[in-house]
């Protein structure tokens, strides 16, 4: 099992700031890493596949990238619905895993 | 866009069987996967297995696959589990999301989720 390992576990951070959430892998998944919003009372969406490819409707200002054992999550000015928890998943098999979460609030 | 729809609230007792259902609509491809995801209070996401739907071949996570099994009814694209022998852990909303590739699972659309309660 290739376990993931997200930080930090909480980020404070202000409207307008520029964010940054980390994801490593315990071995290589090249490029095979999604990122997801969940917000209390909704279910998860997809943000990000492929490490750095957006899915559709998703703005611009989050954009991943890395590859490997390392990734990032970069929102470039933080918006207020944007806070909430965020989970980076490994699809590289087909037993994929998820990071235990970032909280921003 | 794929719209996933799944079945209403559940509670059972310890060691009963649970059974969800999720229904897909929209632009759904010839072949694609469903898996299922689940969400215990306070904790984080974790993945119990997906299904492709017109194969039926399905793979599941190690700790669950002793009591835990998908199925797909391709005449209505709904895909079923069934999560056997509850306990009070297995207490979660549960929700299904669709696999557009299966050699790659990650998860594109999300269905509304269904609460599970395990109590006695």
């Known amino acids: 099992e290739i376990v993931m390992t997200q930080s930090p576990a909480t980020l404070s951070v202000s409207p307008g700031e520029r964010t940054t959430l980390s994801c490593r892998a315990s071995?290589?998944?090249?490029?095979?890493l999604a990122w997801y919003q969940h917000k209390p009372g909704e279910a998860p969406r997809l943000l990000i596949y492929g490490a750095s490819t957006r899915a559709v409707g998703v703005p611009a200002r989050f954009s991943g990238s890395g590859s490997g054992t390392e990734f990032t999550l970069t929102i470039s000015s933080l918006q207020s619905e944007d806070f909430g928890f965020y989970y980076c998943?490994?699809?590289?098999?087909?037993?994929?895993?998820f990071g235990g979460g970032t909280k921003v609030e | 866009q794929v719209h996933l729809m799944q079945s209403g609230t559940e509670v059972k007792k310890p060691g009963a069987s649970v059974k969800v259902s999720c229904k897909a609509s929209g632009s759904i491809i010839s072949s694609y996967g469903v898996a299922w995801v689940r969400q215990a209070p306070g904790q984080g996401l974790e993945w119990m297995g997906w299904i492709n739907v017109y194969s039926g071949y399905a793979r599941y996570e190690q700790t669950l696959q002793d009591r835990f099994t998908m199925t797909a009814d391709t005449s209505t694209n709904t895909v079923y589990m069934e999560l056997r022998n509850l306990r009070s852990d297995d207490t979660a909303i549960y929700y299904c999301?669709?696999?557009?590739?299966?050699?790659?699972?990650?998860?594109?659309?999300w269905g509304q989720g269904t609460l599970v309660t395990v109590s006695s």
């Open positions: 998943q490994q699809h590289d098999n087909r037993l994929p895993t």
């Open positions: 071995q290589s998944v090249s490029f095979n």
């Open positions: 999301a669709f696999v557009p590739a299966t050699d790659f699972p990650y998860f594109d659309f």
